[in-house]
């Protein structure tokens, strides 16, 4: 878990040879800064241009406002586009997978990641699922899916695994939305992080014998 963690402050490309970088979905800006100390040259899209002002202000990126595929990028730009927790909420994800392989350079890479809808997490909350979000998260993948329409947009050497570095959060979310529906109590606010922090554990365990099992799918193809 510790593994996936560090693995995960640099999308699983910490180890790559630094070049262009673009960040779908940039929020907050901390990745893009993580990334452009480590010697990348980096850029970000993201729909709210309140957030694309600060990350502007805050480490001098720049940010544009917009989605990718209505922005006009030009082909073969970047060595890289990164997407955390994004593709789940546009409407056409399909169209965004092509648009990322446009704009990548021949071998550039994808890297992505959403929620799993075959993760342990969905199967013991159902509709508390805090993956399900409606309606703000439109489609949700399982790891099959995700895969095949990488594969189907044109993605060569698709790679796919689940994590559960990030589960604690979606457990202790699963018990407050069961409760606040009229399912079984929440309880302490201690105890349930002590739960969560179980049930990751039990998931990851579960993710040696099922690698569908984790909260998180993360994908990675190339052009």
Same mark, same amino acid.
């Given at each position: 878990?510790?593994?996936? +963690? +560090?693995?995960?402050?640099?999308?699983?490309?910490?180890?790559?040879?630094?070049?262009?970088?673009?960040?779908?979905?940039?929020?907050?800006?901390?990745?893009?800064?993580?990334?452009?100390?480590?010697?990348?040259?980096?850029?970000?899209?993201?729909?709210?241009?309140? !957030?694309?002002?600060?990350?502007?202000?805050?480490?001098?990126?720049?940010? &544009?406002?917009?989605?990718?595929?209505? /922005?006009?990028?030009?082909?073969?730009?970047?060595?890289?586009?990164?997407?955390?927790?994004?593709?789940?909420?546009?409407?056409?994800?399909? =169209?965004?997978?092509?648009?990322?392989?446009?704009?990548?350079?021949?071998?550039?890479? /994808?890297?992505?990641?959403?929620?799993?809808?075959?993760?342990?997490?969905?199967?013991?909350?159902?509709?508390?699922?805090? %993956?399900?979000?409606?309606?703000?998260?439109?489609?949700?993948?399982?790891? =099959?899916?995700? !895969?095949?329409?990488?594969?189907?947009?044109?993605?060569?050497?698709?790679?796919?695994?689940?994590?559960?570095?990030?589960?604690? %959060?979606?457990?202790?979310?699963?018990?407050?939305? +069961?409760? &606040?529906?009229?399912? &079984?109590?929440?309880?302490?606010?201690?105890?349930?992080?002590?739960?969560?922090?179980? /049930?990751?554990?039990?998931?990851?365990?579960?993710?040696?014998?099922?690698?569908?099992?984790?909260?998180?799918?993360?994908?990675?193809? =190339?052009?």
């Amino acid at each position: 878990l510790g593994r996936q +963690r +560090r693995e995960l402050r640099t999308m699983f490309i910490g180890k790559a040879s630094p070049g262009r970088l673009l960040e779908v979905g940039s929020g907050s800006g901390r990745f893009l800064h993580r990334m452009h100390k480590a010697g990348w040259a980096v850029e970000g899209i993201d729909f709210d241009p309140v !957030a694309a002002a600060r990350v502007g202000k805050r480490f001098g990126i720049p940010v &544009a406002v917009g989605s990718l595929p209505g /922005l006009g990028y030009p082909e073969g730009k970047y060595d890289v586009v990164a997407m955390s927790q994004v593709i789940e909420h546009v409407p056409d994800p399909v =169209a965004l997978l092509k648009e990322c392989r446009r704009v990548l350079r021949p071998g550039g890479r /994808l890297v992505l990641s959403t929620p799993n809808a075959r993760s342990v997490a969905h199967r013991i909350y159902g509709r508390h699922w805090r %993956g399900l979000e409606p309606p703000r998260h439109q489609h949700v993948f399982t790891p =099959a899916a995700l !895969a095949r329409c990488a594969r189907d947009c044109g993605f060569g050497d698709v790679r796919v695994f689940t994590l559960s570095a990030e589960s604690a %959060g979606i457990y202790r979310a699963g018990d407050q939305l +069961r409760a &606040a529906q009229g399912g &079984a109590a929440a309880g302490s606010a201690t105890a349930s992080v002590v739960r969560s922090w179980f /049930l990751r554990y039990r998931e990851y365990r579960q993710t040696l014998r099922d690698p569908d099992a984790g909260q998180d799918i993360f994908l990675i193809a =190339a052009r």
